[in-house]
């Protein structure tokens, strides 16, 4: 599972990062045009933290909806489906200007 690789990814950073100090949030940031479900996320963190020292530490996911630069219309145009065309004039030539982060924002420590 895709989502599950993703997950030890993030513990690796995270557990460097935390550098041993007990962590109780990570905050993500996700585009939308990444083939990631939130949902399946949360789970995956689940089961890869259970019994580690990041049991305790939550997900939280901000979404970052598909942005798109159409080059017939010179527009921006915001995706309401991560589908490639231009809303305006339904042109393919576009560039992907937002959509596909996939960041960790930053740790919240829990207190000690
Ligand atoms: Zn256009």
Redesign the pocket.
Known sequence: MHELSICRSITAIVTKHAAGKPVKTVHLKVGELRQIVPDTLAYCWELVTDGSELASAELDIERVPGAIR?A??D?THTLTAPILV?P????RDVTIVSGEEFLITSLELAEV
């Open positions: 159409c017939s219309c527009e231009c305006q004039c339904g042109g």
